[in-house]
């Protein structure tokens, strides 16, 4: 038997296949184990470099506000100074007070007192008398609220009957009489409203 046979039939022995068998099976495990860890390694060092990069751009950031705030700093509170030194804080603010309706019609009749020596006056032959007795709540017509009813009434104009008889003329001179906006009253259609609650009324 020569060399040649003798070293198939070696290799053709179970010993020899089962070792080749392990070799090989030894050579993928270490392959498979050394790619996962090399795997792992290269995750956990792109983790650390991403954290890193994270916390340089969040110290960037946190430096630029601290130059912006270091630089704005002066200017608030030169700004605030300048502010408190144009307009200073009162050292006591008043509380508010209600004011009683009373005070409100002798300031509003002092007023038209005052204003009335050379202001026009409407034609109540046309619009009618009325006086407190025959009075009506004004307030129902829209645009009309009690200050402005309190002004009529000091007028003479005390229900809804005499609003409705309002001529164009007696609107410009009721506007000018209680300093009320002009063009309000035809908006609001006070002379409309007055007539249906005249209606109503009746």
Known sequence: MTNLEQFLNQLSSPSFIGIALLMFSTFILGYI???????????SKIAALKKQINAFKISEKAK???????????????????????SPLPS??????????????????????????????????????????????????????????????????YNFDQISRLQIKDIRILTTLIDFFPGRIERDNWVGQAKELTLIKD
């Open 64 to 86: 630029k506000v601290d130059t912006t705030f270091t630089e704005l700093k002066p200017k608030i509170i030169q700004a605030v100074r300048d502010q408190q030194f144009d």
């Open 33 to 43: 184990f050394g790619s996962y860890g090399m795997r792992v390694t290269k995750d």
């Open 92 to 157: 006591k603010v008043e509380p508010k007070v209600a004011v009683a309706p009373d005070s409100i019609i002798s300031r509003t009749r002092s007023n038209f007192v005052n204003y009335s020596i050379n202001s026009p006056s409407l034609d109540f032959e046309s619009i009618g008398y009325a006086n407190k007795s025959k009075k009506d709540q004004l307030t129902q017509i829209n645009g009309i609220g009690p200050y402005i009813e309190q002004k009529l009434n000091e007028i003479g104009i």
